[in-house]
């Protein structure tokens, strides 16, 4: 099956910094990529997702990068600020009806 | 529109008890999908329920189980409950029609055996 290697496990910024949180898969099936945002104590939001037919998608402070040679994907976050302190989850799907496999986390920590 | 609606949110329950989780799905929404979040386990998939039918299971013992009614409401039943079932229990149903395009969560039943 899947397997979705998370890193860092923990990631601490200033505030104004750039993050990068890097996701491997094993599956080269998988074709669908989502990112998820926890804030403490709220539920996982999806926050920005990418096709495998795509190299890059950006949504204001956020993108997405995906390498399906190398079977790797990143989520990038510049100008961060305090309130993008969080777990961030990403993910690997076949798309459709296939569950996806989610990596471990990333704790973000934006320091003011 | 109402999203993905979780009860209780929270659950204290003796080792050895049934504990029952209850998730709404986001109207219109067929699927529903459970996880349980363990600390610095992440999600781990527990069960997918589609049309009233366990469509896909986790690598999770027969002690977890459940079930979906009609309204497409689903219950989650963990029975004999063990020490290490103590976690955030997530429900979740599709932005469309299947997993693979992205989940809408509930706010999560915590779930703490004692």
């Known amino acids: 099956g899947e397997n979705v290697e998370q890193h860092p496990s923990t990631l601490s910024v200033q505030e104004g910094d750039s993050a990068v949180i890097k996701c491997t898969y094993s599956d080269s099936a998988s074709n669908y990529f989502p990112w998820y945002k926890q804030e403490l104590g709220k539920r996982p939001q999806l926050i920005i997702d990418?096709?495998?037919?795509?190299g890059e998608k950006k949504d204001q402070r956020i993108a997405v990068t995906l390498n399906k040679t190398a079977k790797h994907f990143s989520l990038h976050i510049t100008e961060t600020q305090p309130e993008d302190s969080a777990v961030y989850f990403c993910a690997a799907s076949k798309g459709g009806s296939y569950i996806p496999t989610f990596g471990r986390g990333t704790s973000l920590i934006v320091h003011p | 529109e109402a999203g993905v609606t979780q009860s209780p949110t929270h659950l204290i329950k003796t080792r050895g008890q049934q504990a029952t989780l209850r998730c709404s799905p986001i109207?219109?929404?067929?699927?529903v999908y459970w996880y349980q979040q363990a600390l610095g386990l992440g999600l781990q998939f527990l069960l997918w329920y589609d049309e009233g039918e366990e469509r896909n299971r986790g690598n999770f013992p027969p002690r977890f189980s459940g079930r979906q009614f009609p309204n497409y409401s689903s219950e989650l039943n963990v029975n004999a409950l063990e020490l290490e079932d103590s976690a955030l229990y997530l429900c979740?149903?599709?932005?469309?029609?299947?997993?693979?395009?992205?989940?809408?969560f509930g706010s999560g039943t915590r779930l703490t055996v004692v």
């Open positions: 109207s219109g929404h067929t699927s």
């Open positions: 979740a149903s599709s932005l469309e029609r299947g997993a693979g395009y992205g989940y809408t």
């Open positions: 990418i096709r495998s037919n795509v």
